[in-house]
């Protein structure tokens, strides 16, 4: 396999100690079994995230994606941006159309830059989602041609969630039933449920904090769905669908009278098991709802 | 056919549906000579799959039986079929058009007397069914087909059907030697007339045309009616076979969407209108039918035929765009949400049948046209001084109704009519 | 800025359309709404929309200016971009409820204790002062938005998630003291005070009908 | 005739010469048929048996052929004989597939064969070849009538072909309507907005074409003729008057505007600043580009409210029932105007109807213009003071008002079609008959408020052509939309049907490709649609012609006049060749070389009808050619079994159908009959438009005879079928027989 660089972007939750520090220790793991090198971009910032909006305009948001765009291209240059959260992807994808398409947004983007001196010029480095790399870089043949501990037996529900789904998606991909996520289970050799009937629902993401009542009944169906699908787990890729559905299930079931205990991981986990990976390297420990299954495997 | 206008001067016409139909026998009836090249085995196009005209509740067949027979009276057309159109060079009075010609296996010997059909025992999803039923691998394509000739379906080339139905056929109609062939044709102008495919229900997520067996397109139950069709004449629903009494229609399925066919289809809106009657039909007081729209375009005089559905109380009309549908595993059912925009009513409506009034996308192709010529973003053939002595007609101009298609051909026939009076030197 | 408000309604007296498009974000595809619904239909938390998206979009035709930018509605969008990708007009309706909630708070017409806005509010304070988001401070703060007593109440409940995500080293109760930041705070402080200025030149400076 | 010579072929192939004994058809065809060479062959349609029958035609003198094979609407390339009368025994679509193979079948199907024979040999025998008679000539000139976009684009586009054209306006200038816009609704590419219109180039072409005569303050006076030899007066408003022959006419007389005084809830009459969109483009013509300016009081206007649907889609007293199909579009365009010139425009709209890619890309173009649209119902225009518009905004559900310092309102298209021919007609009736004063003065009141005569035909059918519904003219609106009732003249544009200008310029070029066909099918004697290409024509014989008119007010075309002594005037070029007047005509003189009373009174007379005591009872079905025929074809494609009783011959349209064919099989012992025939009424699908309306008509008085007969009036059906009723029309025919055998039995006339 042919060593694959990309700059890095991993955003606040993936940092250590951080609410998605399993997200970013299992995809160092992932990313070494699979002989990726990840440049992460020194001294990058917040993209603003989907909430941003509440507290900054629109020149502001896009300043601060703007500004972790430069620095990319200054300190790894010719080298595409990956982001393994969905937010950061999303928004720096956002910040990138608007820059080009808008003069205005342009000019005061750069003007903010112009303060630290950085500027957006020339092409722009490609942003891009992890699994888009997986998937369209690697590829889910290569990707099962790797696999040291098949996940047999288990079945898992790919939650796609919205932003790594819309607006952009996964090219060829639908926005209504994306299926890379039930390739990628399978390529492990876990089984994916079919018809996962929430598999692009809403955790309603940010609104998780201001508005749990509301973001709780939507994540219950999230997970009865995967346990209607005969699920043993919920894969996903963005730290945020994987805390909010891993992390209240026990609100929940107080609220909904429901007895969930569905445990929540993401692909890079699978990924690093399924590679041969240690329970550890491949952050199991991260999970609040404990991945007997996952474990197992790394205990054969 | 009088002096004045030279006879040898050719029309082409591509398409041999109801646009392409009328087209060819306009200017034929004017005593000009006409190619008439159509792709499948036979000819009459979507108006052949169905089963009743809007707002006249007439059956569309009726015309075509007429148009087949101007067309078995008239010599000045050579109707050659299952030929595509590959390339298309020159200029106005002077076209040079390469043909492809696929091998239809049986020659004119055939009586259609239907042994070879019989013999044969390979089945393959029915075109004419829009796969909703099966057909042999020998076949007339429907009781209407014109030319009245069997066609083998390339697939049993080479297999013992094909021999079984050579040995069936007592006349000596079935020729499993045909290749296909390229022909070249001089002609001074092109009539294009290759109408509309019904859009790719399946690409409209939301609507799970690919996931549910109860979602159906507007051009199936068409099918469906016909009473020798794939379900006998019966609406019914294609998971269970159940008769669905409560219908929804979703209009603007893949039209007016900027995801999919950014055009307005036209004939939609009419379409389920007239489908509420059918549903009427066939399950009379039962029956329910709910149209979900953001414009009903029953334009023009037709306007009265959605007055009078609008006074069944048994269809409704909810002006909204469906978001998605979800399905009741249990009953099959499906569950339509959406906002009824007037006055804001949030639903989750469940229904027996969905019918999605599904776009028309035209079948000009890529590749054929001399350079320059007026193609459109919608992929219709613009009119247009550009394009020289070619014409689009009917579905191929624009989407169209049935009336409007009919209209739209004659002009084109004038037109070409003019291109070659003028390669005469009648001239206006 | 408390008079920024009177200041358009003056401006734009006779149509809010024309402000929306001048001065809200991705404004000018309001007008292109045809008014089919299905943004509204799609939305997640849509029953929690006092208007939808579609009718927002009415509204704002019908010169309904206080009724929209008042509005709890907007609040709603949990940016699941549902509706982009539903919306047979292209109309980017996740960044028109965006931009109309930043118009909305920027002329201080938000309706008080909206949790999203507060929270927003305070998760952009987190990141403009760090250049990080302080997922920790943002939490607490959150159980303290309103008030201690409340607060005590929500942290007591949260306590069960919060010792869970202690206990598999998703947070860490040092981030309280400083936690992650960006080396350069000042400079990314820098950058956001003159996006900000450019952006508020642009409301004063611009009738919309330019660029 | 001695040259006569009859040649009957029997095919053997597709199960016929297994299923039938085709030499005992021979013999049949020889001894019963009369016909003077007969031969089976076992692959009839094969290149040698074609050559066998084309053979005899050219050696040995057979020029009546009988077919003796498949439906007469299979193989017709094969069996198609140049100059020789021919005649289709349909054995096996008609017989063998409609019939069980079994040996108990076995001599019914024979029986079936026989009779089937018998009969073919009988038609051919009464048969002629067609032959010119005569009335033919070429002119290859043409009359359009109305100079607006639609009339422009008629003569344009027939001088572009080679045809010369008079244009005929009313007025002192051309360009109609169009010619009073301000700016077009593109015809492509919707997204531009609007254009400049294209009457000024289209008016300058026609000027400049040498093919084309323009005649302005122009009326037509008289019109009389057929097509190729139409005769028209031409009266100019300086009463001078002038004759041209032409050979076809195109009437595009286009629409008249809504009176919007009728309006006067919506502030119609009530306010200068309240008008039809007519009224806000001469405005805009008047600001050219400028800011329009009301007319109350010349201030520039900077707010206008654009109802739609105003006076129309609504049953209401004075409201127009249809959708103008144009106002949306234009409303969106009126409004692109005033969005331009820096003021606000709002659309208030039911349904926003902009079809097609043009139209929808036009919707949108209106909208990125910044125009308001708003589902709304306008419900009241205060014009008190400044305008006010109350409406309900149907997407909020409230009430609301909008202000507007102009209130545009989309009214529909009215018709400038002439007068119902057919209401003078049946005022005429009225008043002969007694009892019908209501009547006669319910027709007087319409017929004041009838508008002037357009084309003054000289038809014994009225002075116009016939309207369909609202005023606009008749057409078989789906499949033939250019087929008027009066051949050779073609309606064109919104007197046809509402229309935009796009549609009018496709409808007035597709009414000229008509109508110059009609020139070129008259200069051969040929029919128009739908019996395209025959030429055939009805004649009559004068010594029996009593002078009832029945013909004459039966025809569906009205193609038939009166001469001076009452006898009827046929004009065959107006002709369709359906044969309602042979069907209508009490003494039986008129016929067709080919169709008449005698090559289907042989038929059915020819058939062997059992005697009484056999129990094989006949049942006659006269089908129509073009649905109940091709049904039946198609039943015996799917095997749908018909009693064996039946005996079925084809009709062009049941409205020739002449009783006498009735009472002849009655009284040969026929113990039914059967009428099959299109739907008639309002959604007519009869394609001779009244032929099927007429023959039930008909039949409903022939209880009368039946009484007479002694006989029950269940022996005599009428139907109406569809091509489509391919199980229920064999079923019809199955019950027929059910029902004589089981319930009135066999008819008591056999000998």
Not at chain 1, 17 to 40: F, G, P, Q, V
Not at chain 4, 432 to 461: C, F, T
Not at chain 4, 481 to 486: C, K, M, S
Request: with cysteine.
């Amino acid at each position: 396999m042919a060593k694959k660089e990309y700059s890095f972007y991993p955003g606040c939750s993936s940092q250590k100690k951080a609410s998605a520090d399993n997200y970013l220790r299992s995809t160092y793991s992932m990313c070494d079994a699979l002989d990726i090198k990840l440049n992460e971009i020194d001294d990058w910032n917040c993209c603003g995230a989907s909430i941003g909006y509440a507290g900054g305009g629109e020149v502001p948001r896009i300043a601060l994606s703007a500004r972790n765009v430069a620095l990319s291209a200054q300190q790894n240059p010719d080298q595409d941006l990956v982001a393994t959260c969905a937010a950061c992807w999303l928004s720096t994808r956002e910040a990138q159309e608007r820059i080009e398409e808008n003069d205005k947004v342009r000019e005061g983007v750069n003007a903010a830059l112009d303060e630290i001196g950085l500027k957006i010029e020339g092409e722009q480095p490609k942003a891009r989602h992890m699994v888009e790399a997986l998937i369209e870089d690697i590829g889910f043949d290569e990707l099962a041609s790797g696999v040291q501990k098949p996940l047999e037996g288990i079945k898992i529900a790919g939650y796609v969630g919205c932003q790594t789904n819309r607006p952009f998606g996964i090219a060829g991909e639908s926005f209504e039933n994306p299926k890379y996520l039930d390739h990628m289970i399978e390529s492990m050799g876990a089984q994916a449920v079919d018809r996962y009937d929430k598999k692009v629902a809403c955790c309603s993401g940010a609104l998780m904090f201001s508005e749990p009542e509301k973001g709780h009944a939507l994540v219950k169906d999230i997970i009865e769905a995967a346990y209607d699908g005969g699920a043993d787990m919920i894969v996903t890729p963005c730290p945020l669908c994987q805390m909010n559905v891993e992390s209240y299930q026990k609100e929940i079931n107080k609220t909904f009278k429901t007895k969930f205990e569905m445990p929540v991981v993401y692909y890079s986990q699978l990924i690093s098991v399924a590679y041969g990976k240690s329970a550890k390297e491949s952050a199991l420990d991260g999970q609040i709802i404990p991945v007997k299954q996952l474990e197992d495997v790394t205990n054969k | 056919m009088s002096e004045a206008i030279a006879t040898n001067q050719t029309i082409l016409v591509v398409g041999g549906g109801i646009s392409g139909l009328t087209a060819a026998l306009e200017a034929a009836e004017c005593g000009k000579q006409v190619v008439l090249l159509e792709k499948s085995p036979s000819v009459g196009g979507r108006v052949g799959q169905l089963y009743k005209y809007f707002p006249k509740l007439c059956i569309p067949t009726c015309g075509l039986e007429i148009q087949y027979r101007r067309l078995k009276a008239n010599r000045n057309i050579r109707l050659i079929s299952m030929a595509e159109v590959t390339d298309i060079k020159g200029e106005e009075g002077n076209y040079n058009i390469s043909v492809k010609v696929a091998p239809r296996y049986v020659n004119e010997n055939c009586t259609a007397c239907g042994e070879c059909g019989d013999a044969v025992e390979a089945e393959f999803d029915d075109e004419h069914n829009f796969g909703l039923g099966k057909r042999k691998g020998a076949y007339l394509t429907s009781r209407m087909a014109y030319p009245q000739r069997y066609v083998l379906d390339p697939r049993i080339i080479g297999t013992d059907d094909a021999q079984k139905a050579k040995d069936a056929c007592k006349y000596n109609a079935v020729d499993l030697e045909m290749q296909e062939q390229d022909m070249e044709l001089n002609v001074g102008s092109v009539i294009w007339a290759t109408g509309w495919k019904p859009y790719d229900a399946a690409k409209i997520q939301p609507y799970g045309y690919d996931r549910f067996d109860n979602v159906i397109t507007n051009v199936e139950m068409e099918r469906m009616m016909d009473p020798f069709g794939p379900t006998g004449g019966r609406i019914q629903r294609p998971s269970d076979g159940k008769e669905p009494k409560n219908i929804a229609f979703i209009q603007c399925a893949g039209s007016r969407d900027h995801n999919h066919l950014k055009h307005c289809s036209r004939i939609c809106c009419m379409a389920s209108l007239k489908q509420t009657t059918y549903v009427r039909e066939q399950f009379g007081d039962e029956a329910k039918s709910t149209i979900y729209y953001i414009d009903i375009r029953a334009i023009d005089r037709i306007d009265d035929f959605y007055q009078k559905v609008k006074e069944d109380e048994n269809v409704s009309f909810v002006k909204s765009k469906v978001a998605n549908i979800v399905d009741n595993k249990d009953s099959g059912n499906l569950i339509l949400n959406g906002v009824d925009t007037e006055g804001y009513n949030r639903y989750a409506n469940e229904h027996d049948l969905v019918v999605l009034a599904i776009g028309m996308e035209s079948n000009v192709p890529a590749g054929v046209f001399p350079e320059g010529t007026a193609i459109n973003e919608h992929n219709f053939i613009d009119f247009d001084p550009a394009n020289g002595g070619i014409f689009g007609a009917g579905c191929s101009s624009d989407a169209l109704d049935v009336n409007r298609a009919t209209q739209n051909a004659t002009a084109a026939a004038l037109r070409a009519i003019q291109v070659v009076n003028r390669v005469a030197g009648q001239e206006g | 800025m408390s008079n920024l408000n009177q200041a358009m309604i003056e401006k734009y007296r006779s149509s809010f359309l024309n402000e929306v498009e001048a001065n809200v974000e991705e404004g000018h595809w309001v007008k292109m709404c045809m008014q089919c619904g299905v943004c509204s239909g799609s939305c997640p938390l849509g029953p929690h929309w006092e208007h939808p998206p579609q009718e927002l979009f009415m509204m704002i035709r019908a010169n309904e200016r206080e009724a929209v930018l008042k509005s709890d509605s907007m609040w709603m969008c949990t940016s699941c971009y549902n509706c982009i990708a539903r919306c047979p007009r292209g109309l980017p309706i996740t960044h028109i409820m965006h931009g109309l909630a930043t118009y909305a708070k920027r002329l201080n017409l938000v309706p008080k204790k909206q949790p999203t806005a507060e929270f927003g509010q305070m998760f952009w304070d987190s990141l403009s002062k760090n250049g990080r988001v302080n997922e920790l401070k943002i939490g607490v703060g959150l159980y303290f938005k309103d008030g201690f007593a409340q607060g005590v109440k929500n942290a007591m409940a949260g306590r069960e998630l919060g010792m869970a995500m202690m206990k598999t080293q998703r947070m860490n109760a040092m981030e309280y003291f400083g936690g992650h930041k960006c080396k350069d705070t000042s400079g990314i402080q820098k950058m956001l005070k003159k996006a900000q200025e450019f952006e508020d030149q642009q409301i004063t400076r611009f009738d919309g009908k330019e660029g | 005739m001695s040259e006569n010579k009859t040649g009957a072929y029997i095919c053997q192939g597709c199960g016929l010469g297994e299923r039938l004994d085709t030499s005992q058809l021979v013999t049949i065809a020889t001894r019963d048929g009369k016909a003077n060479v007969a031969k089976e062959h076992e692959f009839l349609c094969s290149a040698e048996g074609v050559k066998m029958i084309q053979d005899d035609i050219d050696n040995e003198g057979v020029n009546k052929v009988v077919i003796a094979a498949c439906s007469r609407r299979a193989k017709t390339d094969a069996f198609r004989f140049d100059d020789v009368a021919m005649s289709r025994a349909n054995l096996r679509e008609g017989v063998i597939w409609v019939r069980p193979d079994t040996d108990e079948a076995r001599e019914t199907t024979q029986e079936m064969a026989d009779d089937y024979v018998r009969m073919a040999c009988a038609e051919v025998k009464h048969m002629k070849l067609p032959e010119s008679s005569g009335e033919q000539s070429l002119n290859r000139h043409l009359m359009v009538v109305g100079g607006g976009i639609s009339g422009l684009t008629s003569a344009i586009e027939a001088a572009k072909a080679g045809y010369k054209v008079d244009l005929v306006e009313k007025s002192g200038e051309l360009g109609g309507q169009v010619g009073k816009l301000y700016k077009s609704v593109p015809r492509k590419n919707g997204l531009q907005g609007y254009v400049d219109s294209e009457i000024g180039e289209l008016i300058e072409a026609v000027n400049a074409n040498d093919n084309i005569t323009i005649h302005l303050n122009t009326t037509v006076a008289g019109t009389e003729g057929a097509p190729g030899r139409f005769k028209a007066e031409l009266a100019t408003e300086s009463g001078s008057t002038s004759s041209i022959e032409i050979g076809a006419i195109v009437q595009a007389t286009g629409f008249r505007r809504y009176d919007i005084n009728q309006l006067d809830n919506l502030g119609g009459g009530k306010s200068p600043d309240v008008v039809d969109q007519m009224g806000f483009e001469e405005l805009a013509k008047a600001a050219n580009g400028g800011t329009i300016k009301r007319p109350s009081d010349g201030k520039e206007v900077s707010n206008v409210v654009f109802v739609q649907c105003a006076g129309q889609r609504s049953n209401e007293p004075g409201h127009l029932n249809y959708c103008s199909g144009h106002c949306c579009t234009t409303s969106i365009k009126q409004a692109m105007y005033v969005r331009d010139a820096g003021g606000d425009a709002t659309v208030l709209f039911d349904d926003l109807r902009t079809p097609g890619a043009t139209g929808e890309d036009f919707y949108r173009a209106g909208q990125e213009k910044g125009v308001a649209f708003s589902k709304g119902k306008c419900t009241s225009v205060d014009t008190s003071g400044d305008l006010k518009v109350n409406f309900k905004d149907l997407i909020l559900d409230e009430d609301a008002t909008a202000n507007a310092d102009m209130v545009v309102l989309a009214t529909g298209m009215v018709p400038a079609s002439g007068p119902n021919p057919y209401l003078q007609l049946e005022l005429d009736e009225a008043k002969n008959q007694e009892g019908q004063e209501e009547k006669v003065v319910k027709l007087e009141a319409e017929l004041a408020k009838a508008p002037d005569s357009i084309l003054n035909l000289s038809y014994r059918q009225g002075t116009d052509v016939p309207h369909l519904k609202n005023g606009f003219t008749d057409s078989h609106f789906i499949c033939f939309p250019y087929e008027t009732r009066r051949t050779g003249i073609y309606t064109a544009g919104p007197v046809r049907r509402p229309m935009d200008t796009s549609q009018a310029i496709e409808d007035a070029t597709g009414a000229t490709m008509k109508a110059i066909q009609a020139c070129e099918n008259a200069a051969q004697g040929r029919a128009a649609h739908p019996r395209s290409g025959d030429l055939s024509f009805p004649s009559f014989r004068k010594e029996g012609c009593t002078q009832c008119k029945r013909c004459t007010v039966e025809c569906p075309f009205g193609a038939i006049d009166e001469d001076e002594k009452g006898y009827p005037q046929y004009n065959e070029a107006r002709c369709r060749r359906c044969g309602t007047c042979m069907g209508a005509c009490p003494v039986r003189v008129i016929s067709f070389e080919n169709y008449s009373v005698e090559t289907v009174g042989q038929q059915l007379k020819n058939v062997d009808i059992p005697d009484e005591f056999d129990e094989k009872p006949r049942i006659l079905v006269l089908a129509c050619e073009n649905d109940a025929y091709p049904a039946l074809d198609m039943a015996g494609m799917n095997r749908e079994e018909i009693s064996p009783w039946a005996r079925i011959i084809p009709v062009r349209c049941l409205g020739s159908v002449n009783t006498i064919w009735i009472t002849d099989a009655l009284n040969s012992g026929y113990d039914g009959v059967m009428l099959m025939g299109c739907q008639k009424g309002d959604n007519y699908q009869c394609h001779f438009v009244k032929g099927s309306e007429m023959a039930h008509y008909r039949m409903s008085k022939i209880d009368d005879t039946l009484k007479t007969l002694n006989l029950e009036k269940e022996r005599v059906q009428t139907y109406e079928v569809s091509i489509a009723d391919i199980q229920r029309i064999p079923k019809l025919i199955n019950d027929m027989d059910k029902m004589i055998v089981d319930e009135i039995g066999m008819s008591p006339f056999k000998f």
